[in-house]
């Protein structure tokens, strides 16, 4: 008797507190956890809970083309299109009144694909200075792409950006460079480098066209050099010999009519 009593009241209690009850442990998960997404490209969510008997659920996001493919009772499947940008996805389900939210952030990519070196000038005399421009258009994200401008194989100058982008955007390095005699003939390149670690195990690379750069030396301009000087002073000594002479002609001839005009006016004053 007692024992019944007592299983009575248990099922008692364990009515009453049913709706405590109700407020089930229940958990709400993405897949993937740690998106990684091509710009432009699609994604599949899978959105899921454990809650035995879930109300409603769904995702938000901006900007994002979604739509609903599938469901069962526990999960939905949503696809995704036409990412462009770094974006927050949030997936929630409703049980027993209660809501519960989970979030994954979409990490967008684009591996560099053009990439173009150039020279300015395109011909530089030993000792002056030129200039290599890397260009690679469309890039992100930025702060995990490394470009690098080699000479040959060598490493001339590395640059890892520290700038955070989310779209797309276009990457520029710049280097001054002095020419040597030895550059001469030497291919120029631009390597660019997108690694993508710790979102995902992908490298990815592209390295532009060679460019070689035309050195000339200024030796043959010594020469020239000597030569215009030499040539320069002969003619200053003919110019200025000319001159002297020219001069010294007009002096003397006025010199001489001078003589001339005092002796005929000495004469003339005589004759009165
Ligand atoms: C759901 O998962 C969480 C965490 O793993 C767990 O604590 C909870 O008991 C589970 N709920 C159900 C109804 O299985
Ligand atoms: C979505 O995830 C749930 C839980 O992990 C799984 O049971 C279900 O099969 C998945 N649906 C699809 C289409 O992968
Ligand atoms: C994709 O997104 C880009 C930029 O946000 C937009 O210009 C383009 O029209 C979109 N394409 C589609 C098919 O929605
Ligand atoms: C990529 O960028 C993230 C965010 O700045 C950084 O935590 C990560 O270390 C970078 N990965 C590489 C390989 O540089
Ligand atoms: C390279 O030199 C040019 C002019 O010679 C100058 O305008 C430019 O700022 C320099 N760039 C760097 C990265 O030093
Ligand atoms: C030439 O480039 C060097 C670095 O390579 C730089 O130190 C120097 O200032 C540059 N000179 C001119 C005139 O731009
Ligand atoms: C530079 O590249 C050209 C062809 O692209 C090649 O013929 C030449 O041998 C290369 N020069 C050096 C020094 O590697």
């Given at each position: 008797m007692l024992l019944f009593s007592t299983w009575v009241l248990m099922a008692f209690l364990t009515l009453l507190s049913s709706?405590?009850?109700?407020?089930?442990?229940?958990?709400?998960?993405?897949?993937?956890?740690?998106?990684?997404?091509?710009?432009?490209?699609d994604l599949w969510i899978n959105c899921s809970t454990n809650c035995?008997?879930?109300?409603?659920?769904?995702?938000?996001?901006?900007?994002?083309?979604?739509?609903t493919q599938k469901e069962g009772t526990h999960w939905k499947?949503?696809?995704?299109?036409?990412?462009?940008?770094?974006t927050n996805i949030f997936c929630y389900f409703m049980c027993s009144n209660i809501q519960k939210r989970k979030s994954v952030s979409v990490i967008i990519y684009r591996p560099p694909e053009q990439v173009t070196l150039s020279l300015q000038p395109s011909?530089?005399?030993v000792g002056k200075n030129f200039t290599l421009t890397c260009h690679v258009p469309n890039v992100?994200?930025?702060?995990?792409?490394?470009?690098?401008?080699?000479?040959?194989?060598?490493?001339?100058?590395?640059?890892?950006?520290v700038t955070v982008s989310t779209a797309l955007q276009d990457a520029w390095l710049t280097l001054n460079v002095t020419a040597?005699?030895?550059?001469?003939?030497?291919?120029?390149?631009?390597?660019?480098?997108?690694?993508?670690?710790?979102?995902?195990e992908q490298l990815f690379s592209a390295t532009s066209q060679p460019k070689m750069l035309e050195i000339f030396e200024p030796s043959w301009n010594n020469q020239m050099l000597i030569i215009i000087i030499i040539t320069i002073l002969l003619l200053l000594v003919f110019v200025i010999s000319v001159c002297l002479c020219f001069a010294y002609g007009q002096h003397w001839r006025q010199h001489r009519t001078g003589g001339y005009g005092v002796l005929a006016a000495w004469r003339n004053y005589r004759n009165r």
């Open positions: 709706p405590v009850a109700g407020e089930e442990l229940f958990e709400v998960r993405m897949q993937p956890e740690w998106p990684v997404v091509e710009a432009g490209k035995t008997y879930p109300q409603a659920g769904g995702i938000e996001t901006r900007n994002i083309k979604m739509n499947l949503f696809h995704l299109s036409n990412f462009s940008e770094n011909w530089v005399i992100v994200p930025l702060e995990n792409l490394t470009l690098t401008l080699l000479q040959g194989t060598e490493k001339l100058y590395r640059q890892t950006f040597r005699r030895e550059d001469s003939k030497s291919n120029f390149s631009c390597r660019a480098e997108l690694d993508l670690r710790p979102y995902c």
